[in-house]
Structures are given as C-alpha cells and as structure tokens.
C-alpha cells in the first residue's frame, strides 16, 4: 500500500472541518501528521485526539511556511485552507480579493513551490489540493472565490506536468457542498445560515471527503487518481438565465 511508503503529510485548514478530518484519517493510516491553522486551541485538541503535530500558522505566513517545509521533508501535502468572502463582485471588496488570492491560491503556490521539488527529488510524493465545484462551474457564488479555486483547479493539472517522469501524484478534490462549519464562519453562525445550508439537506460529511482523499492515496502508485468531483446526491451545479434589455 502507497500509505506504507509515505511517512510525514501537511495538512493546512485543520482546525475544523474537511482539514480535522483528513488530519484524523491520515493519522489513523499511521503518517506523522503536521496540522496547519490560525486556531491554536482547536489543534492542540486535534493533536491530543490523533497524534498529530500543530502548527499554529497562518498559510500565508510566508516565512513560517517556508521554515515549516524546510524542516520536514513532506510525502503527502493537503493544500485544504479555504475561506470566501460572498458578494456579488460589483459590490466586491479590496480586502475580501486580498484574503482570498492569499488563502486560496498564494498560499496554495508557495506551498507547492517549497513541497513538490522536494517529492521530484525523493521521486515520491503525493499532492492533494482541494478545489470546489465553484472552480468548474458558475452559480450564485463569488466571484474572486469562483476564481481562485479554477486556478487551484488549473495549478493541480500543470503540477502533473511539472512533474512528469517522476512518481509525484496529484489529485484535485473538488467538492459541492459539504456538512461543515464554513457557512458559519463565511455568513456567521445562526439558524437562519444552519437552515439555509445545512439542516434538513442530505449532505457529504467531512469523513466523506477524509476518505476519499484516502482512497486516492492507498490506490497503487502506479495510479493517479487526478480529480474527484464529490457533491451531494441531491445537488447539481448549473443554470441559465437569459435577461430581457432593461429587466
Ligand atoms: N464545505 C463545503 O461545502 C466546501 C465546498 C467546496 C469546497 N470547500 C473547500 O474545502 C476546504 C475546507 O473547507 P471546510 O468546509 O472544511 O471549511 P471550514 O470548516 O471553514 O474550515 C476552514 C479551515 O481553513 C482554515 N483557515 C482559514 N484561513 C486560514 C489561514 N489564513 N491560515 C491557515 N488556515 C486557515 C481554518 O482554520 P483557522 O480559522 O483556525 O485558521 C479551518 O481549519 C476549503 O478550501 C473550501 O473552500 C468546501
């Protein structure tokens, strides 16, 4: 099994939700997990559960980060930090383009940038960067967000070619909605934004998607598993709207 080859993994975003899950997986697989967020007391707790070891980082430190990878020689690198700032983009703020080109792609960049040669020396290493449907596809999202993550999405595919000749596996995760805390941290927690996104709706949990990025791990390393779109049964990404002059 691949797993047994690799030793050490970084997940980023692991203070919660898709990141804690794949931090709680990887563990259980038997890497030496180092979990990355800003939320020091939520990864101490993470770390005390699973054995993993915290990093309270913010991804787009970028001296943090580059001190962080030099220190440990990665196998499997999670790119999963993510927020969204929601606005239609002619109300868009500066700030809110700021922080997502900075949490959703610069980091995701500079992370590949210090990993991946890394893997092409060792001729081993697998990347998993998480995207979201809003990379493929347009809906009422935002658009910076809609834009970061098709970059993550395009990154992922010229990673393979980077890194070609080389056992360096890249899947690109690419999620619809997912049962976890980020409608609140995006539109703030309250049962108005729990009934909107998540109470009575069938959705995949954070496991789901833990071990679907463990399924593309354990797969044979003659396999790259290159993208998995994972969305709800009852979610379909799509639309068209036609708007006559002056509606
Ligand atoms: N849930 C969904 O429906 C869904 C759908 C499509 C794609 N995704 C993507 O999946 C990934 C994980 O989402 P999630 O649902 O698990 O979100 P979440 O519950 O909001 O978790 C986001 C994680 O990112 C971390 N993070 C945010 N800013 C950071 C920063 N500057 N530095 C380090 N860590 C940072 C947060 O930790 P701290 O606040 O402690 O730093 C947290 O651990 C994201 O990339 C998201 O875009 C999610």
Known sequence: MPFSDYKTALVTGASGGIG????ERLCAE?????ALARSAA????LAERTGCTAH??????LAGITKLTREVPFDVLVNNAGVDRPRKFLE???DDIELLVDVN???VLHLCRLVVPGMVA???????????????YNFNGNSTYHATKAAVSMLSRQLRVDAFGKRVRVTEICPGRVATDIFAHVHGDSPEVRAKFIDGFELPQAKDIADAIAFAIAAPVAVNIGHMEITPTLQVPGGLQTARPGA
């Open 92 to 94: 868009a703020e500066a």
């Open 122 to 136: 060792r001729d081993r290493g697998h990347v998993v960067n998480i995207s979201s449907i809003a990379g493929a």
């Open 42 to 45: 939520s990864l101490a707790a």
């Open 30 to 34: 038997g890497l030496q997990v180092h």
């Open 20 to 23: 804690a899950a794949v931090v």
């Open 105 to 107: 792609l610069r980091a």
């Open 56 to 61: 309270a980082l913010d991804v787009t430190d």
